[in-house]
């Protein structure tokens, strides 16, 4: 399926690993210039890696999300590196390392950066780029937001709240920029292998009730996933790519204000 994203100009934003890193991969795959933004200071490396790999134009931005004005100088920047973007993904966040069960095993001040990096750090993304893409009237942001945003888990109280909250955001954003030919979108990955993942899992290894448990952090995962997934098998950060170029493309055109799970069926909703 041609996707038609070939000389299109896409940021991701959280690319220097993990899932942002594959979303990277994905568009310069598809034949798509690519702005890689990430706090991480590889991030010049890792965008010229992908550049190569793909025989595409990429260029590396760091920027923190928490970082409003550092942000709003991007649009800019990217146009003059690679062109007016078209597409924005943004992939950035952290869990709050904290473990739940209940809740008030957390002190209120443990939430503050989780939500700031995920739910404001998201906010500060789209308020950044949306001049751009209202000026052309074209394009469409996808966030990232997680199932834990739809279920109220436990595991990390912060972590699932910040979630909701960018689940809620992308819908009305979508209402906003619905009128101006701006799609908007969320995707909640399940469960893919990546530092943010072990280190929200791991949290519970260290409680008492882990520390307890004869298993191992691997083999207590690896069993999790065949108990709660019907697919029964970890996500790949490609499977996320495959969904946020396809979102990005015109094949997608009619979809907006959605909320799209890439998890092996773990929430189901009629
Ligand atoms: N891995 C999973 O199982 C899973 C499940 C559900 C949702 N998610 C979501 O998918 C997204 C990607 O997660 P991942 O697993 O690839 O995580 P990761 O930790 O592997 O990568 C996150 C990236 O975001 C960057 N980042 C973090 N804070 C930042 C900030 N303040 N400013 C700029 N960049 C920042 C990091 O440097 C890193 O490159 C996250 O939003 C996460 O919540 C992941």
């Not at 990390?156 to 920029?177: E, H, T, W």
Request: aromatic letters at 8%; hydrophobic letters at 40%; one cysteine or more.
């Amino acid at each position: 399926m041609n996707l038609e994203l070939n000389g299109t100009v896409a940021v991701v934003v959280g690319a220097a690993n993990g899932i942002g890193r594959a979303v990277a991969d994905g568009f310069a795959a598809e034949g798509a210039f690519v702005a890689c933004v990430d706090r991480d200071e590889r991030i010049e490396e890792v965008a010229a890696e992908i550049g190569d790999t793909h025989d595409t134009r990429t260029a590396g931005f760091s920027a923190d999300v928490t970082d409003y004005q550092g942000l709003c100088a991007l649009p800019k920047l990217i146009a003059s590196a690679l062109g007016p973007h078209d597409h924005l993904v943004c992939t950035a966040g952290m869990g709050s390392g904290k473990f739940g069960f209940p809740f008030w095993n957390l002190d209120p001040k443990d939430w503050e950066q989780t939500l700031q990096v995920n739910l404001t750090g998201t906010v500060n993304v789209a308020h950044a780029f949306t001049p751009a893409m209202v000026h052309r009237r074209r394009g469409g942001f996808l966030f990232y937001a997680s199932v834990a945003g739809q279920i109220g888990s436990q595991t990390d109280p912060p972590y699932s709240a910040s979630k909701a909250g960018v689940i809620n955001f992308s819908q009305c954003a979508a209402r906003d920029l619905g009128p101006y030919g701006v799609r908007v979108n969320c995707l909640c990955p399940g469960m893919v292998k990546t530092d943010l993942n072990e280190g929200v899992w791991k949290a519970w290894c260290e409680t008492e009730e882990g520390q307890q448990n004869p298993q191992t952090y691997d083999e207590w995962a690896e069993e999790k996933i065949k108990r709660v997934v019907p697919l029964g098998e970890w996500q790949e950060p490609e499977d996320m790519a495959a969904m946020s170029v396809f979102l990005a493309s015109p094949r997608a055109r009619h979809i907006t204000g959605q909320t799209i799970n890439v998890d092996g069926g773990f929430v189901m909703h009629s």
